[in-house]
């Protein structure tokens, strides 16, 4: 079997009596006097070896009991439940230990519960408590132990055996975070390591960071089956949309697909898109490209600007456009790092409207909260009241401190009591430009001012200044440098002094660079020779009009 968990028409029901004694009846009379609990309706999915897959609900959607079946812990009502290796499951951090077993007792019986050999589990059992962090305590009765002590023994067991398949219910949002830290660790060395995962998490987040893959459930169906932001966002509207919204269970599940290419009408959430208007919001840059014919700003503004959009809410008020826009009022998707820029939404009361507060937050592609405000938050009295079909434009200030990437942005206009309005989930996606100074890992630029301080011994260093420089050719300058104590490199002397160049507070650097690279490539490349100095600025601008100090730095 290709797969590694192979679910067909997974039904569980439980009979449910309303009072104790209607069981003994309805066995002695022979009449029914139970109703029908449907925990699992036609659940179908399959789990290829190697993928992670997050499976997502509200309380009582069915996570847990599918788990349970899949673990093989619960018998199905029907449907087929085929699984290829073995199984570790981790439904509940410290079941299957007994209270009253020492922790080292609860090792060997946990291990061999889960299909290892006596042996087996003591040749890992330092691996185990080494994992769990708890030398100090197992000898002691593990009803003694904290529920964080608890939960370090039980992921560390269940983790340690070595499993094909790996089944976890809610497990890592137990502990300390230090032991949640780790926890997620060996989740991302088991997804290396070709190993099949089923996850459970309230946490979209987790389920983002982590899975290929993401299953919704809800009163036991499988409504949404797909990429994890997608699944997400449609799970983040269930949880926080408005109740007067139709039955999601009653409906097909949602289909996460691409639209056909000839189809004429784009999808953005729950909105369908004529794709002349699609296509022009996503061709649109910060260099400002023409609309085409016919479609003008106003128009392409209240567009959504991504496919992943999700939008919900009463729409009693609503965001109409959201832009964002510079310095000089342009509007832009690229932004420069550190620059200062304005989130810019216009909004359109559709009835009188009152106590109603602006919110927004700032995901990287992954699905990853990086940011978010509200006014709520911010301590901000509610917006002003509205009257029906009032529009208003609504701008926030703000500093781009992130680093290159794409990053999706969403807006939100909610009452003070939580209940939303409109939200319009991933609306708007934002280009940070590249940061070469920076990490290419990173996602946030810190602005970092390099100061470095000396501890005594301090080295007896000499400061020379240098300039006017003369244009060699390309990105390369020169001008004379001499000093006492200052050793250059020419045909007869290989040995040359250490020299510091700086550009203002910034070092300028590789040093000893070959003149043919600084004419090509500059970058801050710098080289002495003969009594002169070469280098290149950071930027390429030229260093006499530039209004930065340059000077070396000589240690003696």
């Avoid at 440098?481 to 290989?494: Q, Y």
Wanted: hydrophobic share 40%; proline share 5%.
């Amino acid at each position: 079997m290709t797969d590694a968990i192979r679910i067909s028409e997974l039904n569980k029901s439980y009979r449910v009596w309303r009072r104790s004694r209607d069981m003994l009846m309805e066995a002695l009379l022979g009449r029914q006097r139970h109703h029908e609990f449907h925990a699992l309706r036609d659940v179908s999915f399959n789990v290829p070896r190697g993928s992670v897959v997050g499976i997502m609900g509200q309380n009582g959607a069915g996570k847990s009991t599918l788990l349970r079946i899949v673990a093989g812990t619960l018998d199905a009502t029907s449907g087929s439940v085929e699984v290829a290796g073995r199984i570790s499951a981790i439904l509940e951090l410290g079941s299957g230990f007994h209270a009253e077993y020492s922790g080292r007792e609860n090792v060997l019986l946990g291990g061999m519960c889960l299909g290892l050999t006596r042996a087996e589990v003591q040749g890992r059992y330092d691996e185990i408590v080494d994992f769990a962090e708890l030398q100090d305590f197992m000898d002691q009765p593990f009803r003694t132990y904290s529920s964080g002590m608890q939960a370090r023994l039980t992921f560390a067991v269940a983790t340690c055996v070595d499993p094909d398949i790996l089944i976890v219910d809610e497990a890592l949002g137990v502990g300390d975070a230090r032991f949640q830290l780790k926890s997620f660790d060996r989740i991302r060395q088991f997804k290396n390591r070709g190993k099949s995962i089923l996850l459970v998490s309230h946490s979209i987040t987790s389920i983002v960071a982590i899975c290929d893959r993401a299953i919704l459930l809800e009163k036991g169906r499988v409504v949404a089956d797909g990429d994890p932001n997608d699944v997400g966002n449609l799970y983040h509207e269930m949880l926080f949309a408005p109740r007067e919204k139709p039955d999601t269970a009653a409906s097909a599940p949602v289909s996460l697909l691409p639209p056909d290419e000839g189809s004429s009408v784009v999808p953005h959430g729950r909105l369908e898109v004529p794709k002349p208007y699609a296509e022009a919001a996503n061709a649109r840059n910060a260099d400002g490209a023409a609309l085409p014919a016919g479609l003008d700003a106003l128009a392409l503004d209240i567009l959504p600007v991504t496919e992943r959009e999700r939008r919900y809410g009463l729409r009693g008020i609503e965001i109409i456009s959201t832009r964002i826009v510079d310095a000089k009022d342009r509007v832009t998707r690229s932004v420069d790092s550190l620059a200062e820029y304005k989130l810019v939404c216009r909004v359109r009361a559709n009835k009188p409207m009152d106590d109603v507060c602006f919110g927004f937050h700032v995901r990287d592609m992954r699905g990853l909260d990086l940011f978010g405000w509200d006014m709520l938050n911010a301590g901000l009295p509610p917006l002003d009241p509205f009257v029906a079909g009032e529009e208003r434009d609504i701008a926030i200030g703000f500093r781009a401190n992130l680093a290159a990437n794409h990053y999706f942005m969403s807006v939100t206009l909610a009452h003070w009591d939580g209940t939303k309005e409109d939200v319009r989930f991933d609306a708007y996606d934002l280009i940070v430009k590249p940061t070469p100074q920076l990490f290419h890992a990173s996602l946030v630029n810190l602005d970092i001012a390099f100061e470095p301080r000396y501890v005594a011994p301090k080295a007896d260093i000499l400061t020379i200044p240098l300039g006017p420089f003369d244009h060699d050719s390309g990105y390369l300058w020169k001008c004379p440098i001499s000093a006492e104590g200052v050793i250059s490199d020419n045909p007869e002397n290989n040995a040359r002094s250490t020299l510091a160049v700086f550009e203002a507070d910034r070092r300028l650097g590789p040093a000893h660079t070959d003149h043919a690279t600084i004419r090509r490539v500059g970058k801050g490349g710098y080289s002495h020779w003969e009594g002169w100095m070469f280098l290149s600025t950071s930027d390429g601008t030229d260093p006499n009009q530039n209004g930065r100090r340059y000077v070396a730095l000589l240690v003696k």
